[in-house]
C-alpha cells in the first residue's frame, strides 16, 4: 500500500488556495479595468467621424467573422480529445477575443445611440446598433437626394452591371465611335448603355475619386485628362460599395429572421413577397430567366435542375424576396435621415410625381423621432 505524505498534500493545497486567491483577485482587478475601458470607450465613440465609423463597422465584422472561425477550431480540437493540446490556454485566447470584440460592439452601440434616426432603427424589429452604425457611415445623406442613389451604392439596382475590363474597352470604343471622338460625350452614352453615371465615371477618369470603395477626392493638381484608356478603366471599377451590399445582406438576414413575428414590419414585406415570388415561379413566369441562366450552372447542381423545368431555385427566391423587403427598408430609411437632415420631406418617389401611381406605403413609426406621414 502507497503511504500518502500529509505534509505534501497539505503544501500543495496552500499553494492551490493562493494561486485561487491571486487568480480571484486578478479577475476583480481585470474586470475593474475593463469596465473603465468599456466607459471611456463609450464616450469616445459617440465623436466618431464618419470614416472612423466606418472603420469600425468593418473592424467588428472582421473580428466577428474571426471568432467565429477559431470557434469551430476550437471546437474541433476539444472533439478530438488530444490531452497535448493546451485547452485552458485556447480558451482563454477565445475569451480575450470576445472581450475585445464586445468592446469594440459597445463602441459602436454608444455611437449608434447618439445618431438622431436612433429611435426609428430601434422601432425596426431586427435592425439593432451595429447595422445602424454602419449605415450612418456608409451612407452620405447629402449625396443621396433620392433612394436610388442608396440603392446603386448598395448593389441592389439591376439596371447596373460589373462589366468585365474586355467589356469595358469594347463598349467605350463604341461609345466613343457613336460620339464622333467627343470623350464627355461618350461618358454620357455610356450611361445609357451601363446604367453607369456619366459624372462618376469622368471622376473616376481623371482621378477625382480614387480606384476602390474610398470617396475621398484628390487635389485638383492631381488630376488628368480623359482618355479612352482611363474611361474604359473606370467603367470597369465595381459600381457599388462590397461592404454597403454586404450589410444590406445582413438586413435582409434579419427581416428573414424575424417574418415569424406578426409586429416585424419588414419581417412580413419579406414573408409576403417571398409567397408571391414562390406562387409566381410555380406559374411559369421565370421561364425566360431560367433559360436565360441555366448556362451558369453544372448539370450535376441542384440549381440546374430547377433552370431545367424553367423555374428558379429556392435560394434565388429567398433572395429576391430580401431585396425587395432590405430596398423598401432602404426608401423608408432615406426618408428619416432626408428629413431629420434637411427639415423637410424628400421629393415625391419617382413613380407617384411623375408615373401618376397612388400607391405608396409610408415609413411606420415615424412618430419615433417626431416626424409625420407625408402626404403624398
Keep these: 500500500m502507497k503511504i500518502v505524505d500529509g505534509k505534501k498534500v ?57 471568432r467565429i472561425q477559431n470557434s469551430n477550431r476550437l471546437f474541433a480540437i476539444q472533439s478530438a480529445g488530444d490531452s497535448d ?71 441592389l439596382d439591376p439596371r447596373v452591371r460589373w462589366v468585365s475590363s474586355d467589356e469595358a474597352k469594347k463598349t467605350t470604343k463604341a461609345a466613343i465611335e457613336e460620339a464622333d471622338g467627343d470623350l464627355v460625350e461618350a461618358t454620357y452614352l455610356l450611361d445609357g448603355k451601363l446604367s453607369r453615371s456619366a459624372g462618376t465615371v469622368q471622376r473616376l477618369a481623371l482621378g477625382i475619386i480614387p480606384a476602390g470603395d474610398s470617396e475621398e477626392e484628390t487635389n485638383e493638381e492631381d488630376q488628368k485628362v480623359l482618355t479612352p484608356a482611363n ?7 465595381r459600381p457599388w460599395n462590397a461592404n454597403l451590399k454586404t450589410l444590406c445582406w445582413k438586413i435582409g438576414d434579419a427581416f428573414t429572421k424575424v417574418s415569424g413575428k406578426e409586429n416585424a414590419y419588414y419581417g412580413q414585406v419579406y414573408k409576403r413577397r417571398k409567397a408571391y415570388e414562390i406562387e409566381r415561379n410555380e406559374s411559369g413566369a421565370n421561364a425566360e430567366v431560367a433559360a436565360r441562366d441555366i448556362v ?27 431585396r425587395y423587403a432590405v430596398k423598401l427598408f432602404l426608401s423608408h430609411y432615406h426618408h428619416v435621415r432626408y428629413e431629420l437632415t434637411f427639415k423637410q420631406p424628400p421629393p415625391k418617389p419617382y413613380a407617384i410625381a411623375y408615373l401618376e401611381h397612388a400607391h405608396y406605403l409610408a415609413p411606420p413609426n415615424l412618430e419615433a423621432v417626431g416626424l409625420e406621414t407625408p402626404n403624398y
Design 10 to 66: 497539505r503544501d500543495i493545497s496552500s499553494r492551490l488556495s493562493a494561486q485561487a486567491s491571486l487568480d480571484a483577485a486578478e479577475k476583480v482587478v481585470t474586470e475593474q479595468a475593463l469596465e473603465k475601458i468599456t466607459k471611456d470607450i463609450k464616450t469616445s465613440a459617440q465623436s466618431m467621424s464618419v470614416q472612423q465609423a466606418r472603420f469600425a463597422v468593418d473592424y467588428y465584422y472582421s473580428i466577428q467573422r474571426f
Design 85 to 155: 493540446e493546451p485547452h485552458s490556454f485556447l480558451e482563454y485566447l477565445f475569451k480575450q477575443g470576445e472581450i475585445y470584440e464586445n468592446q469594440i460592439y459597445a463602441g459602436l452601440v454608444s455611437y449608434a445611440k447618439a445618431l438622431p434616426e436612433w429611435p426609428w432603427m430601434e422601432s425596426v424589429s431586427g435592425i439593432g446598433p451595429i447595422i445602424t452604425a454602419g449605415l450612418s457611415a456608409y451612407v452620405d445623406i447629402h449625396k443621396a437626394p433620392t433612394v436610388g442613389h442608396i440603392w446603386v451604392y448598395a448593389g
Design 231 to 237: 474611361i474604359a478603366a473606370a467603367v470597369s471599377k
Design 296 to 322: 451558369k450552372f453544372g448539370k450535376s447542381t441542384e440549381a440546374y435542375k430547377h433552370y431545367l423545368k424553367g423555374k428558379l431555385p429556392p435560394g434565388r427566391l429567398q433572395l429576391r424576396a430580401q
